[in-house]
């Protein structure tokens, strides 16, 4: 597949990242949800909010130098021990644009059974919907942060918050 003339080929789509961690599902959350521990296992993390789907969620980004930049999410979907999904505009890093009319992507964690423990997964979709001008450049950020949160995630989870 080739992109518009002169971009050469089309980027994916899709993000993927998986990793196996701790115990079975139970264990691996236990007491706050798998949206809660999302949340919470961010470095100052926190919820302005319900975590229930239809919510809008905003906060800031702690990663630094990019604490300057608010972010905002809507829950799409929450499965206990299973998903958690929302919506929201990747890479929206220009502190004076405003990014409410651009189209959002899906992430979607979820949590499987797996011989050695729990497969944690993120899966990003929709980059195929952001601007042109955009897409590349956020894409490839959202592959490094991704892999970033799954290893906070992970952190979070077996050494506690």
């Known amino acids: ?7 050469g080929p089309a980027p994916p789509t899709k993000l993927f990242a998986g990793n196996v961690i701790g115990p079975l599902r139970a264990r691996t959350v236990p007491g706050p949800s798998l949206p809660a521990v999302l949340v919470e296992s961010e470095p100052g993390g926190n919820a302005d909010g319900p975590i229930e789907p239809g919510a809008r969620l905003s ?10 930049l608010p972010f905002e999410i809507t829950i799409d979907r929450i499965e206990p021990e299973r998903v958690f999904a929302f919506r929201w505009h990747p890479f929206a890093v220009e502190p004076n644009v405003d990014y409410s009319s651009e189209p959002t992507t899906l992430i979607e964690f979820t949590l499987a059974d797996a011989q050695d423990g729990t497969m944690l997964t993120v899966t990003e979709s929709g980059f195929d919907q952001i601007p042109l001008e955009r897409r590349a ?6 592959d490094q942060g ?4 799954m290893t906070l995630i992970e952190k979070h989870l077996t050494h506690g918050a």
Do not use: C, D, L
């Not at 597949?1 to 971009?7: L, T």
């Not at 991704?146 to 949160?149: C, D, E, G, L, T």
């Open 59 to 68: 906060g800031r980004i702690t990663h630094e130098g990019y604490e300057h």
């Open 137 to 142: 450049q956020a894409f490839a950020s959202n």
């Open 146 to 149: 991704w892999a970033m949160v």
């Open 1 to 7: 597949m080739s992109g518009p003339k002169g971009f």
